[in-house]
């Protein structure tokens, strides 16, 4: 299997937007559901949102309506496009990959097999 690799994180103010993308090449991207995690220094990692290969999604409520995941399979691509976002949401966020379904794994951690390296956000007031 190939690696997951997280881009797109930054600085952003409150308030405002960022587009996060994982890049899966040489994985078997289609056939595995993909989600996004995120983790804020010791806290427990939480899950963001989960979306199928046929772009079926499981979403948190925390971030339901600011949050939208994308994914595009033919370039084994997937998205996380974030507004609205809040100055206590700073977080380092995380693709995973696992072998069933959203609805299957929803948004459990150790659901999840394939984990990408993390890309950092940082929220500003």
């Known amino acids: 299997q190939g690696q997951l690799s997280e881009s797109g994180g930054g600085p952003v103010q409150s308030g405002g937007s960022l587009r996060l993308s994982c890049a899966a090449p040489?994985?078997?991207?289609?056939?595995?559901?993909m989600a996004w995690f995120r983790q804020d220094g010791g806290q427990e990692r939480e899950g963001v949102v989960c979306?199928?290969?046929?772009?079926?999604?499981k979403i948190a409520d925390s971030v339901k309506g600011r949050f939208t995941a994308s994914r595009d399979n033919a370039k084994s691509t997937m998205y996380l496009q974030m507004n609205n976002l809040e100055p206590d949401e700073p977080a380092t966020y995380y693709c995973?990959?696992?072998?069933?379904?959203?609805?299957?794994?929803?948004?459990?951690?150790?659901?999840?097999?394939?984990w990408g390296q993390g890309t950092q956000v940082t929220v500003s007031a």
């Open positions: 995973a990959a696992a072998d069933l379904p959203c609805r299957i794994v929803g948004l459990r951690l150790h659901t999840f097999a394939y």
């Open positions: 979306i199928d290969p046929d772009e079926t999604t």
């Open positions: 040489g994985f078997d991207f289609s056939r595995h559901s």
